[in-house]
């Protein structure tokens, strides 16, 4: 029984990579569309906003090393535990991380061409599966304590509720009315019970862009 489980598509290893491509393009695409229509893209709010701190001159250094660092993890957590966690790995890791190195090294044309974005999704999802799959013949794999790995929606964004109080803090560092329109963003966003992260950056954001820094 246990060797049919293995072969079987919805269990197997071999398959694993799969559905990761399929996740992955459609979700590289999603960021194509917020790249070119501003909207589309498979994330939460605060996570975007730092794509799109970049795409309005910003830098994408912040997305960039956010998103790498998440899917950095997610693939050692997936292989460890065979799960691989969707918004951790896949929504910000590709979705964010990735297309934020590619725009910030100047290589845009997977993110203004819509089947190239797609294309480019799948080739990485295709590396994230074999990696895992790779990494976890050395781990969890040894003891068959499982058949395939699995993908699924988990928690591997909460730990983005502690980013607002060092958002607050870093706009209120910046100047008086965007660490104002921080706190402010912020307190709605809890009223609202949404991420505080992301009402900090939508409240820094706006008063920034009517009171400016003046670099001198």
Known sequence: MESINMKNFWYGDWSFPIFVA???????????????????????????????????????????????????????????????????????????????????????????????????????????????IGLKKFTVGKANSTFGSDVMMGAGNQSGRFLGPLIVLSACGASIPIGIGSIAGAAIFYAWKKPVAGGAILGAMILGAIFPITLE
């Open 22 to 132: 399929f996740l992955s393009s459609g979700i590289f695409a999603g960021t194509h569309m917020y790249y070119v229509h501003h909207i589309g893209a498979f994330n939460d709010v605060a996570i975007v906003a730092m794509l799109q701190a970049g795409m309005e001159g910003g830098g994408y250094g912040a997305a960039a090393a956010f998103g790498a660092s998440f899917l950095f993890a997610r693939i050692l957590e997936g292989s460890l535990v065979g799960i691989l966690d969707i918004g951790g790995s896949l929504q910000t890791g590709i979705g964010i991380g990735v297309p934020a190195l590619m725009l910030g090294s100047g290589f845009i044309a997977p993110l203004t061409n819509f089947p190239l974005a797609l294309i480019t999704g799948a080739i990485l999802g295709l590396l994230v599966g074999y990696i895992v």
